[in-house]
């Protein structure tokens, strides 16, 4: 819990709902005269993150644009503030759950009309976001870049609203996405998301891929890693409806298709466009379903774990109401988080038995102490840094091939430039020519300049050898080496040949007698 006192500004600290990787989110209450008290919720900067200049940059530009929408199917946020050292974002209070574990308990009776309403709803909140302009007129040209079920929010009062703008990018913006970084889900990523390229065109694509999950009953990349996801968007293979459902009506195909264009200019240009031809579809085929059957339906399956939530939050209202608020928030129960790249979503929702987390940035209502978010990119990068490792090694030559005109084993002539050097400055092991290189890591490794010249001359690791005509010579089997000790190093034990080669600057040499 946070050790913090439990009050910002005008805002009495409640009970902790969600701990993220950048933020901490609170229920708070904001009281007032008359016994007035509203519900809220508060997201503040991880205190230990408040020194670190990028991580405060980013807490802003997310509060900075959250501050601007303003929409029925967009999360409301109400302030933001700081006070010292703590930095904080106030958002509505949403009692309700997102579409993610809806889908993931739905009965029978939540119908594909419902779904689809719901996804006419986000478009709604999208446009406005697309379209949105500042105060001297000129397009704001927000894009969320996380559209997916757990960010949309269904509350049992009958609202559908669009969460997390933590990772939203708009023109105007300050801060630069690092060369790299991949933001979203890949499950709903549009393929030019790969390349850094993000417009309204991949939000649209994430909308469409949730209308093919709507008509096909299942997730779009079912079975499929990360990985496996991101190669068949790098090359550019969407999944058909038709061949998944071939029962599919035709018109949710085709409306599924041009959404999921892989080429963005043959998308849907505005989410208005996708909106009009969904609610078109809608109306014709007679699938109708209204918001309030919607939030009905979910109050229903989820009536005792809100009844639940309710009661904890009403204690916690009467605890502080008393003056016996504990020192250290306690944990709203049955709170469930899904992490997101920002940080914490400050929504909340209930749920006794769910095992996967989801938490939008608006707000809702609790279910359990909320697990850090899962950091999947660091595991892909692993696995493709020791997949190119790997593919290193097996590519590694295991030694130069013997020079043409010289025998395994054999020195080459010299050539006129190369002199040897001062006996002095001869270094521990032969490598002053490349012949003694190859000899060194091909063959045999212990042969040496005196194992192949006779010795005329008293310098046993150097020596000149008379011009002769260039010829094919016999390959030479080398002698052992002698008594005598020499430069080059005697031949290793089998339990210092593992691994069988040392380096010599950028040159790899294989060690004698591990061959």
Known sequence: MSPYRNQIGKYHLVAEIARGGMGLVYLAVARGPGGFNKLLVLKELQPQLVEDPGFLEMFFEEARLAARLTHPNIVQTYEVGSEGNRHFIVMDYLSGRSLSRVLRRKPDAFTRAMHLRILCEVLQGLDYAHNLTGFDGRPIG??????????????????????????????DSQLETRTGVLKGKPGYMAPEQLSGIVDVHADIFAVGAMIWEAVAGRRLWSGKSDLEI????????????????????????????????????????KASELLADLEVYLVEAKEVATVRDIASKVSEIFASEHAQTRSAIDRCLAALKSGDAAINLPALPMVVHEGTPSGVSPHLEASTNSKTPSTPNGTAAPDTPLPRPRRTWPLIATLGGAGLLAMAWFAWPRGPAAPSGAAVGELAPPTAQSAPPPPTQAPAFPTTTAAVATATATATATATAADV????????????????????????TPRPPPETPTATPAPAAASTCNPPFYFEGNKKVYKPGCL
């Open 142 to 171: 927000v894009v969320h870049r996380d559209i997916n079920p757990q960010n949309v929010f269904i509350t049992f009062d009958a609202q559908v609203k669009l969460v997390d703008f933590g990772i939203a990018k708009a023109v």
């Open 230 to 269: 991101l190669s068949q968007l790098m090359h550019r293979r969407m999944p058909s409806l038709k061949e998944a459902v071939p029962s599919a009506p035709d018109e949710l195909v085709r409306i599924c298709e041009k959404a999921m264009a892989p080429d963005p200019e043959l998308r849907y240009q």
């Open 453 to 476: 010249v006779p010795p005329a001359a008293p310098a046993p690791v150097q020596r000149a050898v008379a011009p002769r005509t260039p010829r094919v010579t016999p390959r030479v």
